[in-house]
């Protein structure tokens, strides 16, 4: 049997309204297209943790500078993304202090509001640390989840007294070294972040004690994955939620990366099995005994037009429009600029995902006992599920922190499926008491007495005008 390869299966970062693609291409056997649920994990491919280095020598083309963001979102007013978590009231119960979330993406620069920032490795850069964020998209992750408060600023993150560690894992403006001979001026870098990297610096996070990793990155290839990267990525995965009991939180992927989305709900079949339809698998997503993959709503709750469904999808979380921390400045951003001048804001199923990271790490902190997958069965059972129970768009609802810093969950979820339709036969309405209309009856039974008087007296004068001799004209 021949190998044959394809870069639809490449890591993708999702980045704010335009399509952000790491490609990395790998082989995989010829096999029959078959929608199922992840085969068995193998424990012996798990990777090495270190070094976090590239798997190659890499390059930055010159012709390819760092993006360019746009700052706005200071002041006192809470971004309506932040306010639909009522984090204010959150913050009684837990602030994430103590825990450390690993945010694996294209790094983090060092912000004033990211005090303690732990370098993690840099899987993209020769000889980089994680803290250059040349795609502006690992630090508007790591905003959302850690930002620090500061006095007459609305923004902050959701775990204001949680530590990050960056590793940076992938990069649209890198490169494999060499690739520039075979490029024109103006052709763009070809993009740089290896699966195996992914499933290294998952290992290292874990190792390094992180509570909570978040991935706002995918894999999408449309027929289900064989390759030994993948199957590294899959060790990597099992061995951080089970080993080292992390929680793993993961983007669903948005439709302008995953080319092949994912059919919904067929509404001829509401209760068919959505695993036996895939038409493109998302990893880590797709090893969702394991993680917890996070879909977007818009500012109405709704789902977000860009998220890939998938039988995997936990919760959802405002994913449209978001504000963060600026890689370019001390500040807050409201937008990037692409290399070709286009200004999109930030919108996602990765600025999702670490709203939820946020929520793990308050939990991890007031219940620090809790296990990893009891943590997650607590951020999906206390969401505001929709009205069939789970749908693949949003999984099991929006995630609400308070209740699942609070409420008492029960001990099993509904599986992942949409919840059948039943029939409900609605009680009769009683029947209304006889409308008293005694005052409608007194009236009127009155009026008639008046009037009948008024015509009698007015018959009874027609004897007296005789009597006296009066004629009509007299009157």
């Not at 693609?21 to 491919?45: C, K, M, Q």
């Not at 945010?103 to 004033?112: A, R």
């Not at 899987?123 to 795609?135: K, L, P, R, S």
Request: a negative charge; one cysteine or more.
């Amino acid at each position: 049997m021949t190998s044959t390869g394809f870069r639809a299966a490449s890591l993708r970062a999702i980045a704010a309204g335009a399509a952000f693609a790491a490609l990395t291409s790998f082989s995989v056997e010829p096999a029959v297209a078959r929608a199922d649920r992840p085969p068995a994990i193998n424990p012996g491919l798990l990777p090495p943790g270190g070094p976090a280095a590239p798997p190659g020598k890499t390059e930055h083309p010159a012709n390819s500078p760092c993006i360019s963001t746009q700052a706005g979102g200071d002041g006192p007013t809470i971004p309506p993304t932040q306010r639909a978590l009522d984090l204010e009231h959150a913050w009684q119960f837990s602030r994430g202090a103590g825990q450390l979330v690993a945010v694996i993406d294209t790094g983090v620069s060092p912000h004033p509001r990211l005090p303690g920032l732990i370098p993690g490795g840099d899987y993209v850069a020769n000889a980089g640390d994680g803290t250059e964020d040349c795609d502006a998209h690992g630090t508007i992750v790591a905003g959302l989840i850690a930002a620090e408060q500061e006095p007459g600023q609305g923004f902050a993150g959701v775990a204001p007294e949680a530590r990050i560690m960056t590793i940076r894992q992938t990069s649209a403006l890198y490169q494999a070294e060499g690739a520039s001979r075979d490029k024109g001026p103006d052709d763009f870098p070809d993009g740089y972040g290896k699966i195996s990297a992914l499933a290294s610096a998952i290992r290292r996070a874990a190792d390094a004690g992180a509570r909570v990793i978040n991935i706002s990155l995918v894999a999408c290839p449309t027929r289900e994955p064989e390759s030994t990267e993948m199957g590294m990525l899959g060790a990597a995965v099992r061995y951080a939620a089970v080993d080292r009991d992390v929680v793993i939180v993961t983007s669903a992927g948005n439709t302008d990366t995953c080319k092949a989305s994912n059919p919904g709900i067929d509404p001829l079949h509401p209760n068919a099995d959505l695993w036996n339809h895939i038409t493109s698998y998302v990893a880590p997503a797709w090893w969702d005994e394991y993680v917890l993959s996070v879909g977007s709503i818009d500012a109405f709750g709704q789902p977000s037009k860009f998220t890939v469904p998938g039988p995997w999808v936990g919760v959802a979380a405002p994913g449209e429009e978001v504000i963060s921390l600026d890689p370019r400045g001390p500040g807050l951003t409201t937008a990037k600029f692409t290399n070709q001048g286009q200004l999109n804001r930030y919108s996602g199923t990765s600025f999702a995902a670490p709203y939820v990271s946020g929520v793990a790490a308050l939990l991890r902190s007031r219940f620090p006992d809790m296990p990893a997958n009891e943590i997650i069965k607590r951020i999906e059972a206390t969401a505001h599920a929709p009205g069939e129970g789970w749908n693949p768009y949003i999984g099991y609802g929006a995630v609400d922190p308070v209740a699942a810093l609070t409420a008492e969950v029960p001990k099993n979820l509904p599986p992942k499926q949409p919840g059948a339709a039943r029939d409900k036969q609605l009680p009769l309405p009683a029947r209304p008491p006889a409308p008293d209309n005694t005052a409608r009856d007194v009236a009127l039974i009155g009026t008639g007495i008046v009037g009948l008087l008024l015509v009698l007296g007015f018959l009874a004068s027609f004897p007296l005008r005789r009597k006296f001799g009066m004629k009509p004209d007299d009157i």
